[in-house]
Antibody, heavy 127, light 107 residues
Framework: QVQLQESGPGLVKPSQTLSLTCTVS??????????WSWIRQHPGKGLEWIGY???????YYNPSLKSRVTISVDTSKNQFSLKLSSVTAADTAVYYC???????????????????WGQGTLVTVSS | DIQLTQSPSFLSASVGDRVTITCRAS??????LAWYQQKPGKAPKLLIY???TLQSGVPSRFSGSGSGTEFTLTISSLQPEDFATYYC?????????FGPGTKVDIK
């Protein structure tokens, strides 16, 4: 059974960089076929897709966040990470990591659905 | 970006009721749609992908249908554990946006 677990600071100051890590267990990121994703949810609101990374390092980001987002992978630790720079109060949200899968194998043309999720971690941006 | 709307935004139902939630896309997305269930304080759970394919382990009382711009999620007989918020997500193009959600509450 694949499990994902987010970790990182719960409080970030405005203008600083939010950094989160997702540790995957029960499966290897390096095995391929899956797209390791970040999704967030503002308090009491809906869901927003941030982006994903493939084990090879290729990424796809939401254009609305692209200038501030970096997703990286460390296959030796079976982890992937999110960095969001120049944060404001509008970035306060629960951040989820998730496994993405495309039934055709490749998510080059069509985005993945997300079948396994971490429990989520609340990040508050405040001074 | 493709926009999704859901209706109703809120519905009150009883155990045993048949419940239908509609998701509409601002442009055709073929069958590239997923449905998720989210309970308070929990991560979303994938129920259906490709508009009508049930994710492994999801009870058969859940079903999805539709293509193009209009989709439905049906719960054939609502169970106590089904009270939650349901989201659709389009998977036709990037970025894969979500609908605003439908909260299913106990009548």
């Amino acid at each position: 059974q694949v499990q994902l677990q987010e970790s990182g600071p719960g409080l970030v100051k405005p203008s600083q960089t939010l950094s989160l890590t997702c540790t995957v267990s029960g499966g290897s990121i390096s095995s391929g076929g899956y797209y390791w994703s970040w999704i967030r949810q503002h308090p009491g609101k809906g869901l927003e897709w941030i982006g994903y990374i493939y084990y090879s390092g290729s990424t796809y980001y939401n254009p609305s966040l692209k200038s501030r987002v970096t997703i990286s992978v460390d296959t030796s630790k079976n982890q992937f990470s999110l960095k969001l720079s120049s944060v404001t109060a509008a970035d306060t949200a629960v951040y989820y990591c998730a496994r993405g899968y495309c039934s055709g194998g490749s998510c080059y043309s069509f985005p993945p659905s997300n079948d396994y999720w971490g429990q989520g971690t609340l990040v508050t941006v405040s001074s | 970006d493709i926009q999704l709307t859901q209706s109703p935004s809120f519905l009150s139902a009883s155990v045993g009721d048949r419940v239908t939630i509609t998701c509409r896309a601002s442009q055709g997305i073929s069958s590239y749609l997923a449905w998720y269930q989210q309970k308070p304080g929990k991560a979303p759970k994938l129920l259906i992908y490709a508009a009508s394919t049930l994710q492994s382990g999801v009870p058969s009382r859940f079903s999805g249908s539709g293509s193009g711009t209009e989709f439905t999620l049906t719960i054939s007989s609502l169970q106590p554990e089904d009270f939650a918020t349901y989201y659709c997500q389009q998977l036709n193009s990037y970025p894969p946006g979500f609908g605003p959600g439908t909260k299913v509450d106990i009548k």
